[in-house]
T-cell receptor, first 111, second 112 residues
Framework: GIQVEQSPPDLILQEGANSTLRCNFS?????LQWFHQNPWGQLINLFY???GTKQNGRLSATTVATERYSLLYISSSQTTDSGVYFC?????????????FGTGTRLKVLA | KAGVTQTPRYLIKTRGQQVTLSCSPI?????VSWYQQTPGQGLQFLFE???????NKGNFPGRFSGRQFSNSRSEMNVSTLELGDSALYLC???????????FGPGTRLTVL
């Protein structure tokens, strides 16, 4: 089945710093989403981005489907950005599972 | 529009018991998916329902089952609970079969 790898696994930043999170996937995908999981376990939808580039405030994401990776950019990080960031993909083809999640990037932003 | 709701939020059971979790999707959404999250295995797909039909199923034993009602609300059931079933169970809904997924707050199940 499709493999989803995220890097780095852990990241510590000072408030105001920028960061780039990466998601690599091993096969073609129909869909890709980025999520932020807060300390209470709630998964918050950041981007639905099977291809192209999107921006939402300080966050932006780019997916290059032909090269099988996606990037999440966080600019001017704030302490509220702390948590775990997941990418999830839905593989192409019939009979496939719904979203396969990566192992996540745990981000801690220090004041 | 109200988000995805899950009940109960917390649950404690003992080994051998069974449990039923409920998920109410966002109004108008027809697809509901269930996931299990554990520290060791991460987030794993359980199954998906669309218009009351199971469309996809993950690699879980038959003790895990689910259903979807005509109003799109979904339940999942775990029979003969094991200690390893302790996890956060997350439900997600989407408007169509292939679409953005929105997650509920989860049900944290502890099996003693």
């Amino acid at each position: 089945g499709i493999q989803v790898e995220q890097s780095p696994p852990d990241l510590i930043l000072q408030e105001g710093a920028n960061s780039t999170l990466r998601c690599n996937f091993s096969d073609s995908v129909n869909n890709l989403q980025w999520f932020h999981q807060n300390p209470w376990g709630q998964l918050i939808n950041l981007f639905y981005i099977p291809s192209g580039t999107k921006q939402n405030g300080r966050l932006s994401a780019t997916t290059v489907a032909t090269e099988r990776y996606s990037l999440l950019y966080i600019s001017s990080s704030q302490t509220t950005d702390s948590g775990v960031y997941f990418c999830a993909v839905e593989a192409s083809g019939s009979g496939t599972y719904k979203y396969i999640f990566g192992t996540g990037t745990r981000l801690k932003v220090l004041a | 529009k109200a988000g995805v709701t899950q009940t109960p939020r917390y649950l404690i059971k003992t080994r051998g018991q069974q449990v039923t979790l409920s998920c109410s999707p966002i109004s108008g959404h027809r697809s509901v998916s269930w996931y299990q999250q554990t520290p060791g295995q991460g987030l794993q797909f359980l199954f998906e329902y669309f218009s009351e039909t199971q469309r996809n199923k993950g690699n879980f034993p038959g003790r895990f089952s689910g259903r979807q009602f005509s109003n799109s609300r979904s339940e999942m059931n775990v029979s003969t609970l094991e200690l390893g079933d302790s996890a956060l169970y997350l439900c997600a809904s989407s408007l169509e079969y292939t679409d953005t997924q929105y997650f509920g707050p989860g049900t944290r199940l502890t099996v003693l």
